[in-house]
């Protein structure tokens, strides 16, 4: 078994760290202060292909495998503060993943390819007001017309929703059917009439990426704009999910090293009662705890995407990564707030927000709850 | 392993795994699994996931569609296309 990473994905991490950290963190307190999506800043990362890594280089993508992007992803978030930011390119990424395995040819050249130069800019449409863990309980409706399809209802809470160019719906097709069977994606385009959006919601924490409602009023859309066949909704969705859990979980992995980095850095620096605070065991504890978390979350998700590459299930594994690294990115938030002292509390010290950012880490593509339960069942309970 | 030795393990499966209160008998080659429940979105997961470390084979993302999962035939037909 070799854990070692490829001089040329080093390289790659390498020049994304530079990238990130130079172009991606200017006057972020007043960015998260004003809670706007940060267009110029999300061209820059298209510029750097970002957008594009596991794609197919015949829809602009750069052709690399699913570890090398989350080696990417755990670069990008270690490097750029801005996890509004990164989260925003992780749904645009999971939503390229999802066109790229279950889309037709003609929908991979209009949809892949501007998702790949981030020319266009997509979210996923999937929870309602009364339908988040339960997702499959989805009521937003389409129904087959002639060539079109007729949607009808709401979705909440939609990460890139006020920004989208086109949005990844799931919508029920078939009531009839108890659940596998009942659903199905579209491709609902922003200027489709009968579909609007409310304004950015606001948030606790990641306050640069932007959400909200959207609404779908007899929006018609062409038939061409079924993804995969009608009925296969769940299974794509669960598909979806493990290579979304595993971004997500690199993402946190990028976050909590930089963390813990700059929590050392304080710990060393930091004197009281005469010697540096990382000398004092309630402290040193605290950091070493950190690391090993950090450690231990990363094995997960370079295995989860490792199993990926090799086209094997990794539902169990995602799940895991998932749980495992949300939890563990929340707890070293919260330590690195009480190590830094009252200056972990203030705003200009940018502690603070990593933690108010770290709480929907647990809620977001599937609670920790839910994802338990999904371990719990894969276990045969 | 022909194809009633695959049926079989598979029926132990769905019986031990996914419908514990199912009877053997009640469990019909042709019967919809969908529309009584026994596979719903995380069965098929379950399903999956024993499929392809029991036989050792991948299923391919274009085969997961609604119909390849209807019945236990279907099931059957699925994995030993692959074997």
Redesign the interface.
């Known amino acids: 078994m070799n854990f070692s990473i490829s001089e040329q994905q080093r390289e790659l991490q390498k020049s994304i760290i530079s990238f990130a950290q130079k172009e991606l963190n200017k006057d972020l307190v007043l960015r998260d202060r004003e809670g706007k999506f940060p267009q110029e800043l999300w061209r820059k990362c298209a510029k750097m292909n970002l957008m594009a890594l596991p794609f197919p280089e015949a829809y602009a993508g750069c052709g690399m495998d699913f570890l090398t992007t989350v080696l990417s992803v755990e670069a990008l978030a270690y490097a750029c503060k801005d996890s509004g930011l990164v989260h925003a390119i992780i749904v645009q990424l999971t939503m390229g993943i999802l066109l790229n395995?279950?889309g037709n040819e003609e929908q991979k050249r209009k949809y892949l390819v501007p998702i790949c130069r981030g020319e266009k800019i997509t979210a996923q449409a999937s929870t309602e007001a009364d339908a988040g863990s339960d997702i499959?309980s989805v009521r937003t409706r389409a129904r087959k017309k002639n060539e079109s399809y007729i949607i009808d209802g709401s979705k909440m809470f939609i990460s890139n929703g006020p920004v989208a160019d086109f949005v990844i719906l799931l919508a029920l097709t078939n009531p009839e059917?108890?659940?596998?069977?009942s659903h199905s994606f579209f491709i609902v385009e922003k200027e489709c009439n009968g579909f609007t959006r409310s304004k950015p919601v606001e948030k606790m924490g990641l306050r640069t990426l932007e959400n909200c409602e959207l609404i779908f009023e007899e929006c018609f859309i062409p038939q061409g704009n079924l993804i995969?066949?009608e009925?296969?909704g769940?299974?794509?969705?669960?598909?979806i999910m493990e290579w979304e859990r595993i971004l997500f979980g690199a993402c946190h992995v990028g976050t909590m090293m930089r963390i813990s980095e700059t929590t050392i850095r304080y710990a060393k620096e930091r004197k009281q009662f005469g010697q540096p605070i990382g000398k004092f065991q309630t402290v040193a504890n605290k950091i070493a705890r950190m690391k090993i978390n950090q450690e231990l979350a990363k094995l997960m998700v370079y295995k989860a995407a490792f199993l990926k590459d090799n086209?094997?299930?990794a539902?169990?594994e995602s799940s895991i990564t998932k749980v495992f690294a949300s939890e563990s990115l929340k707890n070293t938030c919260l330590d690195a707030v009480q190590i830094h002292g009252a200056y972990g509390y203030m705003i200009e010290f940018e502690i603070e927000r990593d933690l108010r950012d770290s709480i929907a880490s647990s809620i977001y593509s599937g609670t920790a709850e839910i994802n338990t339960l999904?371990i719990a069942?894969?276990l045969?309970l | 392993m022909n194809k009633n030795d695959i049926s079989e393990t598979v029926k132990k499966f769905i019986l031990e795994?996914l419908a514990p209160d199912c009877n053997a008998n009640e469990l019909k080659e042709n019967q919809s699994l969908?529309?009584s429940?026994i596979?719903?979105?995380?069965?098929?997961?379950?399903l999956?996931?024993f499929i392809?470390k029991k036989f050792q084979l991948?299923v391919?993302?274009d085969e997961?569609?609604?119909e390849n999962?209807e019945t236990l035939t279907a099931i059957t037909d699925l994995i030993s296309k692959k074997i």
Do not use: C, H, Y
Request: glycine content about 12%.
């Open positions: 395995l279950f499959f059917r108890k659940m596998l069977g995969g066949r009925g296969q769940s299974i794509i969705f669960n598909e086209k094997t299930r539902s169990l999904i069942g894969l045969g | 795994e969908l529309d429940g596979i719903d979105s995380m069965a098929v997961m379950k999956l996931d392809e991948k391919p993302v997961l569609v609604p999962f």
